[in-house]
C-alpha cells in the first residue's frame, strides 16, 4: 500500500508505504497473497488491506503530516481484484468509532475473508460458460471491451455464487479493490467507476451501464450487490467523520472516485488522444488513448478515466523483459551495452530478417517457441548475434503496433 502527497503545483510532499509481507507478517502472505494448493487459485486477505490503511495512516501522524490541508483523495486499485461486504456492514463502516484502528471495527464485515484478485486463474469453466450465455467470445468482447478472462470479477462472482450460494446471499455489496478502498474513506459504500468497471465482463462499455444478459449469466441479483457505475473522476462525497475525528482530516476533504491501476497509469502519465505508452516489464504493457475502438479476442478495452466519452486500449504481452535478459546473455555476454551496440551495427528493417520470441506461451497472440524467417520469408534455424538481437527488438515493437492496431489504434503518418 503506498501513499503521496502532492501539492497544487504537483510537487511531491509526501510519500511512503506499507510491505505487506515484511510489515504485516501476521498474514502469512507471499507478495502481498495467498496461492493456494491447486497452483490457479490466489487471493489477498481483506482485513490486511485494512490494516495496511491504518498502519499507514498512524506512520504519516507520527511523522507530523498536516490532514488538515488536504482539500481531496483518490486513489488506484489493483484491478480484477473484488470484495464481498457482509449483509448489515454498511451500519458498521457508517458508525465506525475513532477510538478504534477501522480494521478492529470491520473484522466482521466481509463474507469472503480472502479476496480473489488479478492473479487467479481458477474460474475457466466458468468463463465459457459466460460467452455461450451471451453468443460467443467477440460478441462478450463487442458489449464489455474483453473476451471472458478468468481473473475479471464476473467470472470471479460466478464461481463464489455456484460454489457458496449461501456466502452470495449474505453479501450485500460486492466492490472492487478501488471502490472497497474508496468507501473505507467515504464511510458508505463507494460506487464502481466506469474505467475499472469495464475490467469486469459485465459493463456494456458502450451505454456505461451493466449488462443484463452478462450479469444474468454470473449471479441472481447482482445488479442491486454492485451499485450504479459512475464516471471515474466524479466527486463522491466529504471525507467519513472517522478521519477527521482521529487523523484530523479538514470535514471538507472530498473522496474522488477511486479507479484501477491500469487506468490510473493512462492518467497519471498524462495521455492524451493519440498517445501511446508501453511499460517494459516482465510482461510488457500497451495503453493508449483511443477515439473509435474495435474489441477484439486479444487485449482489452476499457472506458478512457479522464474522459468518459472515449476510450483506452490495453494490450499485454507475456515474454517482456525476460525474454530480452536471455537473448542479451546468450548474444551480448549478459551486457546491456554490448547488445545496444550489436543493435546499433545493424539497420532498421533488419535487411528483411524477422523473428518471433517466444519462451512462454504468449497472451497476444497465443502462440509459443522461437520462429526466424530470412528476406526470402524461409524458416531458418538460427540469426547471427546481431541479428538475432535487432530481430527480437523490432519483432517486439511491429507486434505492439500490429495488435494496437487491430483494436482501432491510428498511427500518424
Same mark, same amino acid.
Given at each position: 500500500?503506498?501513499?503521496?502527497?502532492? %501539492?497544487?503545483?504537483?510537487?511531491?510532499?509526501?510519500?511512503?508505504?506499507?510491505?505487506?509481507?515484511?510489515?504485516?507478517?501476521?498474514?502469512?502472505?507471499?507478495?502481498?497473497?495467498?496461492?493456494?494448493?491447486?497452483?490457479?487459485?490466489?487471493?489477498?486477505?481483506?482485513?490486511?488491506?485494512?490494516?495496511?490503511? %491504518?498502519?499507514?495512516?498512524?506512520?504519516?501522524?507520527?511523522?507530523?503530516?498536516?490532514?488538515?490541508?488536504?482539500?481531496?483523495?483518490?486513489?488506484?486499485?489493483?484491478?480484477?481484484?473484488?470484495?464481498?461486504?457482509?449483509?448489515?456492514?454498511?451500519?458498521?463502516?457508517?458508525?465506525?468509532?475513532?477510538?478504534?484502528?477501522?480494521?478492529?471495527?470491520?473484522?466482521?464485515?466481509?463474507?469472503?475473508?480472502?479476496?480473489?484478485?488479478?492473479?487467479?486463474?481458477?474460474?475457466?469453466?466458468?468463463?465459457?460458460?459466460?460467452?455461450?450465455?451471451?453468443?460467443?467470445?467477440?460478441?462478450?468482447?463487442?458489449?464489455?471491451?474483453?473476451?471472458?478472462?478468468?481473473?475479471?470479477?464476473?467470472?470471479?462472482?460466478?464461481?463464489?455464487?455456484?460454489?457458496?450460494?449461501?456466502?452470495?446471499?449474505?453479501?450485500?455489496?460486492?466492490?472492487?479493490?478501488?471502490?472497497?478502498?474508496?468507501?473505507?474513506?467515504?464511510?458508505?459504500?463507494?460506487?464502481?467507476?466506469?474505467?475499472?468497471?469495464?475490467?469486469?465482463?459485465?459493463?456494456?462499455?458502450?451505454?456505461?451501464?451493466?449488462?443484463?444478459?452478462?450479469?444474468?449469466?454470473?449471479?441472481?441479483?447482482?445488479?442491486?450487490?454492485?451499485?450504479?457505475?459512475?464516471?471515474?473522476?466524479?466527486?463522491?462525497?466529504?471525507?467519513?467523520?472517522?478521519?477527521?475525528?482521529?487523523?484530523?482530516?479538514? !470535514?471538507?476533504?472530498?473522496?474522488?472516485?477511486?479507479?484501477?491501476?491500469? !487506468?490510473?497509469?493512462?492518467?497519471?502519465?498524462?495521455?492524451?488522444?493519440? %498517445?501511446?505508452?508501453?511499460?517494459?516489464?516482465?510482461?510488457?504493457?500497451?495503453?493508449?488513448?483511443?477515439?473509435?475502438?474495435?474489441?477484439?479476442?486479444?487485449?482489452?478495452?476499457?472506458?478512457?478515466?479522464?474522459?468518459?466519452?472515449?476510450?483506452?486500449?490495453?494490450?499485454?504481452?507475456?515474454?517482456?523483459?525476460?525474454?530480452?535478459?536471455?537473448?542479451? %546473455?546468450?548474444?551480448?555476454?549478459?551486457?546491456?551495452?554490448?547488445?545496444?551496440?550489436?543493435?546499433?551495427?545493424?539497420?532498421?528493417?533488419?535487411?528483411?530478417?524477422?523473428?518471433?520470441?517466444?519462451?512462454?506461451?504468449?497472451?497476444?497472440?497465443?502462440?509459443?517457441?522461437?520462429?526466424?524467417?530470412?528476406?526470402?520469408?524461409?524458416?531458418?534455424?538460427?540469426?547471427?548475434?546481431?541479428?538475432?538481437?535487432?530481430?527480437?527488438?523490432?519483432?517486439?515493437?511491429?507486434?505492439?503496433?500490429?495488435?494496437?492496431?487491430?483494436?482501432?489504434?491510428?498511427?500518424?503518418?
Amino acid at each position: 500500500l503506498k501513499v503521496i502527497a502532492v %501539492d497544487e503545483q504537483l510537487r511531491v510532499i509526501y510519500e511512503d508505504n506499507v510491505h505487506f509481507d515484511k510489515d504485516l507478517p501476521e498474514f502469512k502472505t507471499q507478495g502481498g497473497a495467498y496461492i493456494h494448493s491447486d497452483r490457479l487459485t490466489v487471493t489477498s486477505p481483506v482485513l490486511m488491506w485494512v490494516k495496511a490503511l %491504518d498502519m499507514i495512516l498512524e506512520k504519516m501522524k507520527s511523522s507530523g503530516f498536516n490532514f488538515s490541508q488536504v482539500r481531496a483523495l483518490s486513489g488506484a486499485g489493483q484491478q480484477h481484484g473484488s470484495v464481498y461486504w457482509k449483509k448489515g456492514s454498511i451500519q458498521i463502516l457508517k458508525n465506525a468509532s475513532s477510538e478504534l484502528p477501522l480494521h478492529q471495527s470491520l473484522k466482521g464485515c466481509f463474507s469472503v475473508s480472502n479476496s480473489p484478485i488479478w492473479m487467479d486463474s481458477s474460474t475457466a469453466s466458468q468463463c465459457r460458460e459466460l460467452e455461450k450465455a451471451v453468443g460467443g467470445a467477440q460478441h462478450l468482447a463487442s458489449v464489455t471491451g474483453s473476451r471472458a478472462y478468468e481473473r475479471f470479477t464476473g467470472n470471479q462472482i460466478a464461481k463464489i455464487y455456484s460454489q457458496n450460494p449461501e456466502v452470495y446471499k449474505q453479501t450485500e455489496r460486492i466492490s472492487l479493490v478501488s471502490s472497497f478502498a474508496a468507501s473505507l474513506f467515504l464511510g458508505t459504500y463507494a460506487p464502481i467507476d466506469y474505467s475499472d468497471g469495464s475490467g469486469m465482463n459485465l459493463l456494456q462499455i458502450w451505454e456505461k451501464a451493466w449488462s443484463k444478459s452478462c450479469l444474468d449469466a454470473c449471479a441472481p441479483g447482482l445488479e442491486e450487490k454492485l451499485g450504479c457505475p459512475v464516471p471515474s473522476h466524479s466527486v463522491l462525497g466529504p471525507i467519513s467523520p472517522y478521519y477527521s475525528q482521529r487523523y484530523g482530516f479538514s !470535514p471538507d476533504c472530498k473522496i474522488v472516485a477511486f479507479t484501477g491501476d491500469n !487506468p490510473a497509469s493512462l492518467a497519471g502519465m498524462r495521455l492524451q488522444e493519440g %498517445d501511446i505508452a508501453i511499460s517494459l516489464g516482465t510482461s510488457d504493457t500497451l495503453f493508449l488513448w483511443i477515439q473509435e475502438p474495435t474489441p477484439a479476442l486479444e487485449g482489452h478495452i476499457l472506458c478512457n478515466p479522464v474522459d468518459s466519452q472515449t476510450y483506452m486500449a490495453l494490450l499485454c504481452f507475456k515474454n517482456g523483459s525476460l525474454m530480452r535478459e536471455r537473448i542479451r %546473455d546468450d548474444c551480448a555476454s549478459g551486457s546491456w551495452d554490448e547488445f545496444s551496440k550489436a543493435l546499433s551495427s545493424t539497420v532498421a528493417g533488419n535487411s528483411g530478417n524477422l523473428g518471433f520470441y517466444f519462451d512462454v506461451m504468449e497472451i497476444t497472440p497465443e502462440a509459443v517457441g522461437i520462429h526466424r524467417f530470412n528476406r526470402d520469408n524461409q524458416k531458418v534455424p538460427s540469426f547471427p548475434k546481431e541479428v538475432e538481437i535487432r530481430a527480437l527488438i523490432e519483432g517486439q515493437f511491429m507486434a505492439k503496433r500490429i495488435h494496437a492496431e487491430k483494436l482501432g489504434y491510428k498511427v500518424c503518418k
